[in-house]
Every structure is written in structure tokens, then in C-alpha cells.
């Protein structure tokens, strides 16, 4: 095989084989290991595209930095959303039905 063809079909074989865990793991109940387990197989395949196919590993130090940023910003943003969801109080509507008034069935 060409000394250029050869990393890319090895990253597409390695991408097909996470892609395959991927699927395997959606179909395990695992529990909360199961997010954790899909997230690790997610980062690990940014990983190859951004090494093999946009080749950072050669890049420009300026391509390397817009690349890091853009990766800080979306941790930035995912951590925000995080905190945001961790932080809120579970408030009732005033048109909401209390939760202790149990429904009656039937005209009795």
C-alpha cells in the first residue's frame, strides 16, 4: 500500500471499529458508565479525524490555536449548560394542578 493511503484506510478501519463499539454499547445497559463509555468512544474518534484527517499533528502553530480554542469554547459551553441545569430549582406553574390532590375516576 502507498505510504500516504495507508494511515487513512487504518483511521477509517479504527473509525469503523468505534463505530461498532458505539452501536454495542447503545444496546448494553450499563447505567450512567454507559454515557461515559459512548463519550470516551466519541472523544477518541475527534480525536483520529482531527489528527489524521486535518493532519494539527503537521499543522501551522496558528491552525493548532484556532483548534484549541475552538475546543476550550465548547468545553466552556457544555460546562456552562452543566452548571445551569445543576443549579435550578424545580419550580410549579400556578395553572398546575398540586401533586397531592390524587385524581377521581368514575362520577361517584
Known sequence: MDRIVRPLVLTWIALMALLAATAACALLRLGWLNT????????????LVAFVFMRLKRAPALL??????????????VGLALTDYAT?????APWQ??????PQFGSR
Open 88 to 92: 435550578r430549582t424545580e419550580r410549579r
Open 36 to 47: 461515559a463509555l459512548s463519550l470516551g468512544i466519541a472523544l477518541a474518534k475527534a480525536l
Open 64 to 77: 493548532r490555536l484556532a483548534a484549541v480554542a475552538g475546543a476550550v469554547t465548547l468545553v466552556l459551553l
Open 97 to 102: 394542578q398540586p401533586a397531592t390532590v390524587a
